[in-house]
């Protein structure tokens, strides 16, 4: 159990795209997912937290413009990252906790790695 | 403010023990997890601790002291699968979006 499924792996794409990566809940229900960015060779930073029908709450100095982020279910977390331009490129990654009690730990989607060219 | 420490770096044979310490200064605790991240994947869970002293899960165990802000991941017999980096974050408080503070790692290299 605990399976949580982000999509695209994978993202080659020229500069001024709009790049959209999906995070999915398989087997249980999520009220709230994180993103974070990772560069190479450093920790995980947590970019924001998404809350289902709700607005997602952004960390200091992440553009909400720029990252936006979508909870439409309880089940699904999108971000896109709009018109991307080389800095963007790094390495996306989705967790989701499986209840909101207790003290479940967050487990991630394998991540997307965006290249912008 | 919310701090983090552990090693960079550590090295080890295989077949050894290691221990990978963290110590955390965060405004409340809630709990402390430990992650393992290979090059180039996504972090999977291994511990979680909330309450003092060990919790032993097959070849890996961790230890927390709330009192000295102190967790310890133990590896024992270790593969040479296990290089990788191991991650220490701590949920400073309750509540529904609980988010994690992250330590920045230690990359463990297990030589043969």
């Not at chain 1, 994180?34 to 289902?52: C, D, G, H, I, V």
């Not at chain 1, 490129?89 to 207790?102: D, H, L, P």
């Amino acid at each position: 159990g605990a399976v949580v499924s982000q999509h695209p792996s994978w993202v080659i794409c020229k500069s001024g795209t709009s790049v959209k990566i999906e995070c999915r809940s398989l087997d249980f229900q999520a009220t709230t997912m994180f993103w974070y960015r990772q560069f190479p060779k450093q920790s995980l930073m947590l970019m924001a937290t998404s809350n289902e029908g709700s607005k997602a709450t952004y960390e200091q100095g992440v553009e909400k413009d720029k990252f936006l982020i979508n909870h439409a279910s309880l089940t699904l977390s999108t971000l896109t990252v709009t018109s991307a331009h080389p800095e963007d490129s790094s390495f996306y990654i989705c967790s989701a906790r499986q209840t909101e009690v207790g003290n479940q730990p967050q487990h991630f989607g394998d991540g997307t790695r965006l290249s912008i060219l | 403010g919310q701090n983090i420490d552990q090693p960079t770096e550590m090295t080890a044979t295989e077949g050894a023990i290691v221990q990978i310490n963290c110590t955390y200064q965060t405004s409340g605790f809630n709990g402390l997890f430990w992650y393992q991240q290979h090059a180039g994947e996504a972090p999977t869970f291994l511990s979680y601790n909330v309450l003092d002293g060990l919790e032993e899960k097959g070849r890996f165990s961790s230890f927390l002291s709330r009192s000295k802000g102190y967790s310890y991941l133990l590896l024992k017999e270790l593969q040479m699968k296990d290089s990788a980096s191991y991650l220490c974050a701590v949920t400073p408080r309750a509540g529904n979006n609980r988010k994690l503070i992250w330590g920045l790692g230690t990359s463990l290299a297990v030589n043969p």
